[in-house]
Structure formats: C-alpha cells, structure tokens
C-alpha cells in the first residue's frame, strides 16, 4: 500500500499533487535525464562541481520517493560514454560523489529493499569505482523492492551495439538461429534485461533531447521536460511529471476505443 502521509504531510503543496494522482494508473518505470548541475553551479557563480555536489540530494530523495510510491523501477542517467570528454577534474568529482554517495546510502537501499543494478559499460570505470558497485549490486541482490538502476558510462547506441555483438557469438557459436533474433531476444541482452520499458521519460533542465539515453527502451515512453535544473528537482516536480503522465493519452499506434467509425462496407445508417 502507498502510504500518503509518509509520501507528504497534509495540507503541503506535495500533498495536494499526491491526492490528484491515480494509484492505479502509475507508471512501473520512471527513467530520468538528470541535467542542469552545471548551469545550477553557474547561476551561483560556483564550480560546475559544486552542481553535482548538489545534485544528491535530489538522487537520494527521488530513489526514496520512488520506492515509496512502489514504482517496479527508476534508471538515473547518471554519466555518458560522451562525458569522458568533459575536464578530467570534472570526471574525477563525480566518479567520487559517486562512490560517496554508494557508501553512505547502502544501509538506506537496503532498508527500503531496493535493488540496486548498474546499466552500462562497467568494466571500463575505474577499479575503485568498480569495487564500490560491485559491493552494492552483492548486498541487495535479494532485495525485492523497486529496482535503482544507474547508467553509468552508459550510451543506448553503445548498449545496442553490445547486445548485437553478444547475438552475433551465440550465432557463431550455433547456439542461436538468425531467425531466432527478434525484439524480445534484443531486449533481453541490454542491461535493462527483465525490466519494464519506461513509461515515463523525464529531462530535467529544459533541453528538448536524448541525448543517447535507453534508445531501444523508450520507443513508446510518454516524454516530460522540466525547466527545473536537476539540483532544485524535488519529489513535488516528480509529482507534477507524475500527474502530467496521467492525463496523457498513450496509444501505441493504434486507435482508442469508445467513438467507433462504421468498417468500410458496414452500412452507415
Ligand atoms: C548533468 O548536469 C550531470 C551530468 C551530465 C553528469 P550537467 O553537468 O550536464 O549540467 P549542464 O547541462 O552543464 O548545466
Ligand atoms: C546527458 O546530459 C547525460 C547525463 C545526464 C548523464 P548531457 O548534459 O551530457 O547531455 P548534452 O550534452 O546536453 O546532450
Ligand atoms: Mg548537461
């Protein structure tokens, strides 16, 4: 059960958002753009670093949000394969705000029995970086809550090519027919393997793109786009991108019911 008062004392703003929702038409995957750490720095005439420092408190309160409101999984784009070309002082913080931040809020996954996963190329981080992961991904194997995914040296393109190459060995090796290669065989060599696709893409920050986030994976989520930078983003825009979900209409291709038109050939009166 979803516990609103834990969620968001009444007579809050948030609260006033979590009594509009509709429990039974949550989205199971939030998938979120974290953006805007370096112009939130800017804005303060701060270095870019200070953003991400910043930028935790708004990981740490969407991860516990989210497994609050029983969602089946949330992925945070956390570093790209293209931001190795960013300033190595840059990378080196955020390999260790990262490794902080794992450190310090295991206990928390834990308690809340999150699952914690990494998407991604992980065995070109660093060593240190890598042992800290690994220690996560061990400890809540077991966990059944949501599941926290974090992208991480992640690109869709990268993680497409990797699973086609996978493909391609078991085909060599005659485990695979070519015929046998089909949407649900692809889908299960990307590191999202088992989970839903996100119904729900939120980019924080205002820029209208992809940016190589989850491409196989995001073919029919519903897209929200917030001015908000990433280090202001709390639960109450959450709930707004929530609530903005639930009003959208998503229609795979097809028609929606209700209004039927006469078949070419029915008689139309
Ligand atoms: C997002 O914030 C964090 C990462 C990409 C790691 P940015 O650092 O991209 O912030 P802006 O886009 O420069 O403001
Ligand atoms: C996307 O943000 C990557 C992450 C959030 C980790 P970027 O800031 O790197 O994307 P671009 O460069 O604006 O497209
Ligand atoms: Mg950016």
């Known amino acids: 059960m979803i516990d609103r008062d834990v969620l968001a004392l009444p007579g809050t703003p948030e609260r006033d958002l979590l009594d509009e929702m509709d429990f039974a038409r949550m989205p199971r995957h939030i998938a979120i753009i974290m953006d805007g750490n370096g112009r939130w720095a800017k804005q303060r005439g701060s270095p870019r670093v200070e953003g ?6 708004s990981v740490r309160e969407m991860v516990e949000t989210c497994a609050r409101l029983k969602l089946d999984a949330l992925t945070l784009y956390a570093f790209s394969v293209e931001n190795w070309k960013r300033p190595r002082f840059e990378i080196v913080t955020l390999m260790s705000l990262l490794k902080e931040y794992l450190n310090r809020e295991l206990a928390n996954l834990l308690k809340n029995d999150i699952r914690f996963r990494v998407v991604g190329r992980m065995n070109e981080l660093d060593a240190s970086v890598q042992k800290e992961l690994s220690k996560g991904l061990a400890a809540t194997s077991s966990c059944r809550g949501m599941t926290f995914n974090i992208a991480l040296n992640y690109g869709g393109r990268t993680e497409i090519v990797d699973a086609c190459r996978s493909l391609a060995h078991d085909v060599e090796a005659g485990r695979l027919a070519p015929e046998q290669i089909d949407e649900e065989t692809l889908g299960s060599r990307l590191g999202t393997a088992g989970l839903p696709d996100p119904d729900l893409l939120i980019r ?34 959450l709930f707004e991108g929530i609530l903005e979900f639930q009003k959208r209409e998503r229609r795979y291709g097809g028609v929606i019911d209700g209004s039927r038109e006469p078949e070419s050939g029915e008689a139309a009166g």
């Open 52 to 57: 991400h420092r910043a930028g935790i408190a």
């Open 204 to 237: 924080t920050s205002g820029e209208m793109r992809v940016s190589n986030f989850l491409l196989w994976q995001i073919a029919y989520s519903e897209i929200w786009v917030t001015s908000t930078l990433w280090p202001d983003f709390r639960k109450l825009h």
